[in-house]
T-cell receptor, first 111, second 114 residues
Framework: GQQVMQIPQYQHVQEGEDFTTYCNSS?????IQWYKQRPGGHPVFLIQ?????EVKKQKRLTFQFGEAKKNSSLHITATQTTDVGTYFC???????????FGTGTLLAVQP | GAGVSQSPRYKVAKRGQDVALRCDPI?????LFWYQQALGQGPEFLTY????????KSGLPSDRFFAERPEGSVSTLKIQRTQQEDSAVYLC????????????FGPGTRLTVL
């Protein structure tokens, strides 16, 4: 079945450093969404990418969808302590409303 | 407006007991999803409803798991004869009809089976 992997599993950075997490799907995706889950919380929607090669920015966050629509990345510039949490990509393949979540990247930010 | 709510927030069950987990989606949301999230893992899809119709139940791990949404709003996930491996957080999410809609998650129910 469809699998979505993320690397790294864990990243520890000093406040102000940049951070990137990578998401790779075993199959072509129709769209990909990114969610953030704070410790003890629930996933919260960040953004959706639909088009091949699409790049979207939200303040310090930059999201990219690969040309083949099988991979994606999230880059955070100048991390802050409020960025702490686990970042999940979640993809849809084909004509389905079912989301397959990635394995997640836990970001720790040291002040 | 109110978000997705789930109850109970915490449930401790003895192995072999039946449990029922409730989800109240955002009013007007047509789609409703159930996920299982083990510690340190991403949410895993269990089942999906559009209104009262269960369109996909491919993620339910066994026939001990059953979900319903009889009137197209509130949904219940029932687990019969709970096992220790059922211990996890059960998340409910709701959204629109399109596969391009975002999903709004509830706080989850943490189930611990002893």
């Amino acid at each position: 079945g469809q699998q979505v992997m993320q690397i790294p599993q864990y990243q520890h950075v000093q406040e102000g450093e940049d951070f990137t997490t990578y998401c790779n799907s075993s199959t072509t995706l129709s769209n990909i969404q990114w969610y953030k889950q704070r410790p003890g919380g629930h996933p919260v929607f960040l953004i959706q990418l639909v088009k091949s090669g699409e790049v979207k920015k939200q303040k310090r966050l930059t999201f990219q969808f690969g040309e083949a629509k099988k991979n994606s990345s999230l880059h955070i510039t100048a991390t802050q302590t409020t960025d702490v949490g686990t970042y999940f990509c979640a993809g849809r393949g084909g004509a389905t409303n079912k989301l397959i979540f990635g394995t997640g990247t836990l970001l720790a930010v040291q002040p | 407006g109110a978000g997705v709510s789930q109850s109970p927030r915490y449930k401790v069950a003895k192995r072999g007991q039946d449990v029922a987990l409730r989800c109240d989606p955002i009013s007007g949301h047509v789609s409703l999803f159930w996920y299982q999230q083990a510690l340190g893992q991403g949410p895993e899809f269990l089942t999906y409803f559009q209104n009262e119709a269960q369109l996909d139940k491919s993620g339910l791990p066994s026939d001990r798991f059953f979900a319903e949404r009889p009137e197209g709003s509130v949904s219940t996930l029932k687990i019969q004869r709970t096992q220790q491996e059922d211990s996890a957080v059960y998340l409910c999410a709701s959204g629109g009809t399109s596969s391009y809609n975002e999903q709004f998650f509830g706080p989850g129910t943490r189930l611990t089976v002893l």
